[in-house]
């Protein structure tokens, strides 16, 4: 099991992953990026000719079986491998963005990638962030966190970061990404998006990032505070 859990749920491009990354750095905690994982699966299936019509639910149960995903910290950096090679930026690419969320919401992948990520997780200080991560996948994290902004403001956000990143796309479909993966993420019958009832919400439409991560920040070492055996490693 994890020593200590920070759960980060909320929509796609809500600022998750900029404020875990930066937490993680200051507390020096593990980042688990389980988006990274879901769209590193998300990769493999494209590459292996998936229909996007008709998912291919045999291929699915193939990659399963003969698929290894690894998260790797260097420095500050996580670095994610598909079958032992590094795939850092091509998970970020637009047609995995298009895809990811039909894959998510398989059954089959979430029971996979939820074993695989409690397996990563286990006998680290880890903060972690997703759209189950609170009810799901670690229900009994110490620390739960729900994380909501404006639509425009997040496409403007991830239009930032793919332009950091030299991807090419077009600010109008980033918004209309955004609004399917909202609407498909809430809606999906296998662990959807939403709010743990003991979650904090944070919403960071009006704030900076130095903000979020100073309020996360603030609320993961109150925690430890109360719980003096575990250690910030």
Same mark, same amino acid.
């Given at each position: 099991?994890?020593?200590?859990?920070?759960?980060?749920?909320?929509?796609?491009?809500?600022?998750?992953?900029?404020?875990?990354?930066?937490?993680?750095?200051?507390?020096?905690?593990?980042?688990?990026?389980?988006?990274?994982?879901?769209?590193?699966?998300?990769?493999?299936?494209?590459?292996?000719?998936?229909?996007?019509?008709?998912?291919?639910?045999?291929?699915?149960?193939?990659?399963?079986?003969?698929?290894?995903?690894?998260?790797?910290?260097?420095?500050?950096?996580?670095?994610?491998?598909?079958?032992?090679?590094?795939?850092?930026?091509?998970?970020?690419?637009? @047609?995995?963005?298009?895809?990811?969320?039909?894959?998510? *919401?398989?059954?089959? &992948? /979430?029971?996979?990638?939820? %074993? $695989?990520?409690?397996?990563?997780?286990?006998?680290?200080?880890?903060?972690?962030?997703?759209?189950?991560?609170?009810?799901?996948?670690? @229900?009994?994290?110490?620390?739960?966190?729900?994380?909501? *902004?404006?639509?425009? &403001? /997040?496409?403007?956000?991830? %239009? $930032?970061?793919?332009?950091?990143?030299?991807?090419?796309?077009?600010?109008?479909?980033?918004?209309?990404?955004?609004?399917?993966?909202?609407?498909?993420?809430?809606?999906?019958?296998?662990?959807?998006?939403?709010?743990?009832?003991?979650?904090?919400?944070?919403?960071?439409?009006?704030?900076?990032?130095?903000?979020?991560?100073?309020?996360?920040?603030?609320?993961?070492?109150?925690?430890?505070?109360?719980?003096?055996?575990?250690?910030?490693?």
């Amino acid at each position: 099991m994890a020593k200590f859990v920070v759960a980060i749920d909320g929509g796609a491009g809500s600022g998750k992953s900029t404020t875990a990354k930066a937490v993680a750095k200051r507390l020096k905690f593990f980042y688990l990026d389980t988006g990274a994982m879901y769209r590193a699966a998300t990769l493999k299936y494209l590459r292996c000719g998936g229909s996007t019509d008709n998912i291919d639910t045999a291929l699915v149960r193939e990659i399963i079986k003969h698929t290894v995903i690894n998260l790797r910290q260097e420095g500050s950096k996580i670095l994610v491998f598909l079958d032992n090679k590094d795939v850092t930026l091509e998970i970020r690419t637009t @047609p995995v963005n298009n895809f990811v969320s039909p894959i998510s *919401a398989l059954p089959e &992948i /979430r029971e996979w990638m939820v %074993q $695989k990520q409690r397996e990563v997780a286990e006998g680290k200080n880890v903060i972690c962030e997703g759209r189950d991560i609170g009810t799901v996948v670690f @229900p009994d994290a110490q620390v739960k966190i729900y994380m909501q *902004a404006d639509l425009k &403001i /997040r496409a403007q956000r991830r %239009q $930032k970061e793919l332009d950091e990143k030299n991807i090419e796309a077009d600010f109008n479909k980033v918004v209309e990404n955004l609004k399917f993966r909202d609407k498909y993420d809430s809606n999906r019958v296998h662990s959807p998006l939403k709010k743990a009832e003991d979650a904090i919400i944070l919403d960071t439409t009006d704030i900076t990032i130095e903000q979020e991560v100073d309020f996360v920040e603030k609320i993961v070492r109150e925690r430890l505070k109360e719980i003096p055996k575990i250690q910030n490693t």
